[in-house]
């Protein structure tokens, strides 16, 4: 099956920001179409209070519908008719009987000539030829009226010399009779400048926000995007053990959270790195481990087959039985040291007591010791009335393996009779777990080798010892951001070992 393909997220951001658009573009089209009509409903709307007004006074004065009815009718009531541009009369028989040009001009107004645009009710645009010429405008009003009137008034929109103007033309009834007809017509530029306005506005706002989404889109491609690019390609370069050379050290300067993520990912890099060159390591030295007890294994089943003589086939018998624990403990604390690792990768540091702790496991070796029927004694030099002040921020069952693994060692080297002294004391910011005991000491000029893996220099019952004990312990104080040291005691025969541990500062 074929891999689909997976777009950017600036091409996602950029799509979906188009779509947005185009929906508001949509609504935005059909906003402004529907401007205009509302607008000029508006002022339709007041030219039929004009028409119900003019109608009402003409039969309620007793008008005559002729001429001189009307124009003398326009003469006296002229207020009607403020506001607006013109109003004309026509007869039933479509004949032109009063204009309110008349108010200002003489009556050879009628013959003035208007082009007017008519628009039906199905919004479809006419062009309608000049009506009020003389000889022209009875057989027009005739074509409008036969071919668009039906018992409707009809509202016409036209631009004359860059004016709007907007036009009603209604039945005037007198006594529920029809009598003529009325045209009203009144100018309306400020229809055309709303529209222009509110377009010019959403134009404006329109290429704001595309300014906006633009410059927004050139930050997150170049401060976002490129750079998850490059760490997308450097964890990809790791994963596919590529030659490909990706430098992310640019962008450990920037203190947000893409210059976090860099450093978060480099450090998990290295750790993993580390876990891995460890665990060839580990291996590398496991199998030399193993191959000294293998190969002694291997000489004494060969002399075994030839040798009569019981004392020396038990003799062999015991180096049998000893190589076979130092593997089986090889492979046993190989085997938990790879689970610890595992294991505190996961675990969760708490603020835990330090005294507590080394109380604890002192009181399960002194009870071993007991049970081994050992007579080495543990000391501790410190009181536990002070126990509610040695707090540090741990996980107790690690502190409590380190103890243990420190403890065993000195153990080891010890003979009965013998003590073994555990102080702890404090400096300004580290709690200091010092364990002595009175073996040999190191023979060693440097003593900080014991904390190498499978170190050689180990007690004679090594089939009781890995040599993993101290290296496991050193790991876990460096996890705690502490150290471990260790030395020869001064002026008294036997060796010493130095735990320091990051006290929690108030």
Do not use: W
């Not at 959270?257 to 580990?282: N, Y």
């Not at 050689?456 to 150290?483: D, M």
Request: aromatic share 8%; no cysteine; net charge neutral.
């Amino acid at each position: 099956m074929k891999k689909k393909k997976t777009s950017s997220i600036l091409r996602k951001f950029l799509l979906f920001n188009l779509s947005i658009f185009s929906v508001l573009g949509l609504f935005t089209i059909l906003y402004l179409n529907a401007i205009q009509p509302n607008l000029v409903k508006k002022v339709s709307s007041s030219h039929f209070i004009i028409i119900n007004n003019t109608s009402d006074h003409i039969e309620r004065l007793g008008v005559e519908f002729n001429k001189e009815g009307i124009k003398q009718f326009l003469l006296s009531t002229r207020f009607l008719f403020q506001g607006l541009d013109r109003v004309q009369f026509f007869s039933n028989k479509l004949e032109l009987i009063g204009d309110t040009n008349i108010l200002d001009l003489d009556t050879s107004v009628f013959e003035k000539s208007d082009e007017v645009i008519e628009e039906g009710v199905e919004k479809k645009k006419t062009k309608i030829e000049p009506f009020l010429e003389e000889g022209f405008e009875q057989s027009l009003i005739t074509n409008i009226i036969e071919t668009k009137y039906k018992d409707q008034p009809i509202t016409i929109e036209n631009e004359i010399n860059n004016s709007f103007f907007v036009s009603t033309i209604s039945e005037l009834k007198l006594k529920d009779v029809k009598a003529g007809y009325i045209v009203v017509t009144n100018e309306a530029n400020n229809i055309l400048l709303a529209v222009s306005e509110r377009k010019n506005f959403i134009i404006r706002t329109v290429l704001a926000i595309a300014l906006v989404i633009l410059i927004f889109s050139l930050f997150l491609n170049k401060y976002i995007l490129k750079p998850i690019g490059f760490l997308v390609s450097f964890t990809e370069a790791i994963k596919n053990k590529s030659d490909q050379n990706i430098d992310i050290q640019k962008f450990f300067v920037r203190e947000d959270e893409v210059g976090k993520l860099t450093k978060s990912i480099d450090e998990m890099t290295k750790e993993l790195q580390k876990r891995t060159t460890r665990a060839e390591t580990f291996s590398t030295d496991l199998a030399h481990e193993i191959r000294n007890p293998l190969a002694s294994l291997k000489g004494a089943s060969e002399l075994l087959d030839k040798t009569d003589n019981q004392k020396d086939r038990n003799k062999l018998f015991e180096i049998i039985n000893h190589d076979v624990e130092r593997i089986e403990r090889l492979i046993t604390d190989y085997s938990q040291m790879l689970k610890d690792e595992a294991s505190l990768s996961r675990e969760k540091m708490l603020k835990v007591n330090l005294m507590k702790i080394i109380l604890n496991v002192v009181e399960d070796f002194r009870q071993d010791l007991i049970n081994q029927n050992k007579k080495i004694e543990i000391l501790t030099n410190f009181s536990n009335k002070d126990e509610k002040n040695y707090f540090i921020i741990g996980i107790e069952n690690r502190l409590e393996q380190v103890i243990a693994n420190l403890l065993d060692n000195a153990i080891s080297f010890s003979n009965d009779q013998q003590k073994i002294e555990i102080d702890l004391t404090e400096t300004s910011n580290n709690f200091v777990m010092t364990i002595k005991d009175q073996g040999p000491g190191f023979t060693e000029a440097s003593p900080q080798k014991i904390f190498k893996r499978f170190y050689s220099n180990r007690p004679s019952k090594f089939g009781e010892h890995s040599g993993l004990g101290l290296n496991i312990a050193k790991n876990i104080v460096e996890l705690h951001k502490g150290a471990i040291a260790a030395s020869n005691r001064i002026n008294q025969k036997g060796a010493q070992v130095e735990v320091l541990l990051p006290k929690i500062l108030s």
